[in-house]
């Protein structure tokens, strides 16, 4: 009977949330007080709400309550960009382009066409890339205070592909990954389908808390770190040069692999060195060229000590193979022409230039963005829930992500992401100037 009580109570909930009569941000009556009022223990009271929670109806929030959710957002909103409507203002995803760059690719498959061995492109190539295209893409990372032979380069199929690839080749099922609390969705998404413990370290201004993440070796066989010290996403931090150092002699201390994700670093100008560079031997360096050159070119870099290429290696075998060469040698043509160099000088440019509009478009808001970044990050007020503030946007024409895809920690904040690289100008500041307004009506509802 008390199970029949226990489903049916849920069931009622469940059906006035999905009716509106319990409209979303409503706080529901604490466990304790479920437990009361409906005379049942509070341990069942408390599964009322988890399998309310499980089915996305509801979500609990550390010293605040629980609340009903949002329903109407698109599911894997922040992660799934198919859930976006064609005529949304995107500001979800970012996909910056320049307008030189389609002529860019003409004249490439041009030259590709009249020029070279056509024949040996087509065929399988080595599985961490060609010899030669390995050594260009070294000294290319070269210019980012990387000093690495070509065999320590692999060319994969993104950089996310080469996340999937070092997951794969150099962790197993089970094994803890220190990551911060607010991460990269892909990597979260990565580590539940191959079953790593996940575990969150807290943010400071600048950076990571070693401090915590010194505490949590000493209690936990901790595998590895992933962290992203230039340009980090979604906060915008850079590193300094003494935490870089911190981070590396708790590495070699406790035995870490550093996974470290540069897929923004080139956006900044003259940051301390990689931690690649002061940890080599224990340090996965992964990059590609979605941002700075277009999304398109799924050409990622993973460099590595070589005692790890095998296992890489044989990780790119079981996926794909190879990376196609027809991409690598057009992306190896735009390094060793200067294209790829000018494209991220001209990206910088574009990138500050959205965060200038940003600043005027988002005054009186208190947000969190590196100046040279395509992304920002936007606390909302404590009144202000983000699921709310996404749901009226999309009635607004505008997508964008709230915390739950970045957040690692058991609490989520209510706050929004915003990416700045794939709208029109004139577009960009009239989508943010509509953000703006939105946030403000609710604070008065």
């Given at each position: 009977?008390?199970?029949?009580?226990?489903?049916?109570?849920?069931?009622?909930?469940?059906?006035?949330?999905?009716?509106?009569?319990?409209?979303?941000?409503?706080?529901?009556?604490t466990?304790?007080?479920?437990a009361?009022?409906?005379?049942m223990?509070?341990?069942?009271?408390?599964?009322?709400?988890?399998?309310?929670?499980?089915?996305?109806?509801?979500?609990g929030?550390?010293g605040?309550?629980?609340?009903?959710?949002?329903?109407?957002?698109?599911?894997?909103?922040?992660i799934?960009?198919?859930?976006?409507?064609?005529?949304?203002?995107?500001?979800?995803?970012n996909?910056?382009?320049?307008?030189s760059?389609?002529?860019?690719l003409?004249?490439?498959l041009?030259?590709?066409?009249?020029?070279?061995?056509?024949d040996?492109?087509?065929?399988?190539?080595?599985h961490?890339?060609?010899?030669?295209?390995?050594?260009?893409?070294?000294?290319?990372?070269?210019h980012?205070?990387?000093?690495?032979?070509?065999?320590n380069?692999l060319l994969?199929?993104?950089?996310?592909q080469?996340?999937?690839?070092?997951v794969m080749?150099?962790l197993?099922?089970?094994?803890?990954?220190?990551?911060?609390a607010?991460?990269?969705?892909?990597?979260?998404?990565?580590a539940?389908?191959?079953?790593?413990e996940?575990?969150?370290?807290?943010?400071?201004?600048d950076?990571?808390?070693?401090?915590e993440?010194e505490?949590?070796?000493?209690?936990?066989?901790?595998?590895a770190v992933?962290?992203?010290?230039t340009?980090?996403?979604?906060?915008g931090?850079?590193?300094?040069?003494?935490?870089?150092h911190?981070l590396?002699?708790?590495?070699?201390?406790?035995g870490?692999?550093?996974?470290?994700d540069?897929?923004?670093?080139?956006?900044?100008e003259?940051?301390?060195?990689?931690l690649?560079?002061?940890?080599?031997?224990?340090t996965?360096y992964?990059?590609?060229?979605?941002?700075?050159?277009?999304t398109?070119?799924r050409?990622?870099i993973?460099?590595?000590?070589?005692?790890w290429?095998?296992?890489l290696e044989?990780a790119?075998r079981?996926?794909?193979?190879?990376?196609?060469a027809i991409?690598?040698?057009?992306?190896?043509?735009w390094i060793?022409?200067?294209?790829?160099?000018?494209?991220e000088?001209?990206k910088r440019?574009d990138?500050?230039?959205?965060q200038?509009i940003?600043?005027?478009?988002?005054?009186?808001?208190?947000y969190?963005?590196?100046?040279?970044s395509?992304?920002?990050?936007?606390?909302?007020?404590?009144?202000?829930?983000?699921?709310?503030?996404?749901?009226?946007?999309?009635?607004?024409r505008?997508?964008?992500?709230?915390?739950?895809?970045?957040?690692?920690s058991?609490?989520?904040?209510?706050?929004?992401r915003?990416?700045l690289?794939s709208l029109?100008?004139?577009?960009?500041?009239?989508?943010?100037?509509?953000v703006?307004?939105?946030i403000?009506?609710h604070c008065?509802?």
């Open positions: 009977m008390a199970r029949a009580r226990y489903k049916s109570l849920v069931d009622s909930f469940a059906a006035d949330i999905r009716a509106g009569r319990l409209i979303p941000g409503t706080r529901l009556p466990h304790r007080q479920l009361a009022q409906e005379r223990s509070l341990v069942t009271g408390s599964r009322v709400y988890a399998e309310l929670e499980a089915m996305g109806l509801v979500s929030e550390a605040r309550g629980t609340f009903v959710r949002e329903i109407s957002l698109p599911p894997g909103l922040g799934d960009q198919q859930a976006v409507a064609t005529d949304m203002l995107d500001l979800n995803f996909y910056p382009t320049l307008a760059q389609s002529e860019l003409r004249a490439a041009r030259q590709l066409a009249s020029s070279g061995d056509l040996a492109l087509l065929r399988y190539q080595p961490a890339g060609r010899p030669h295209e390995r050594a260009i893409v070294a000294r290319h990372l070269s980012r205070g990387l000093n690495l032979a070509a065999e380069i994969v199929n993104g950089a996310q080469g996340l999937a690839v070092t080749g150099l197993q099922p089970g094994d803890v990954v220190a990551v911060d607010l991460t990269y969705p892909g990597f979260k998404i990565l539940e389908s191959y079953h790593l996940l575990v969150a370290i807290p943010a400071l201004s950076g990571p808390d070693l401090a993440l505490r949590l070796c000493q209690r936990r066989q901790v595998r992933y962290c992203m010290p340009l980090h996403n979604p906060l931090w850079v590193m300094s040069e003494p935490q870089r911190r590396v002699a708790l590495a070699r201390e406790h870490l692999l550093i996974i470290e540069a897929a923004y670093a080139y956006l900044a003259k940051p301390p060195l990689p690649a560079s002061l940890a080599p031997e224990s996965v992964i990059s590609g060229f979605s941002k700075n050159v277009a398109g070119l050409v990622g993973v460099a590595a000590p070589e005692k290429t095998p296992a044989r790119i079981a996926t794909t193979w190879n990376t196609p991409m690598t040698a057009i992306l190896c043509e060793e022409d200067g294209t790829v160099m000018r494209l000088d001209e440019q990138a500050r230039l959205r200038s940003a600043r005027e478009a988002l005054s009186e808001l208190n969190i963005g590196h100046p040279d395509y992304f920002l990050w936007l606390p909302l007020p404590e009144e202000v829930r983000a699921d709310r503030i996404a749901a009226a946007l999309l009635k607004e505008i997508s964008l992500s709230t915390a739950e895809p970045f957040a690692t058991v609490h989520v904040p209510h706050a929004l915003l990416a690289g029109p100008l004139p577009t960009l500041r009239e989508a943010l100037t509509t703006k307004r939105v403000q009506l008065y509802l």
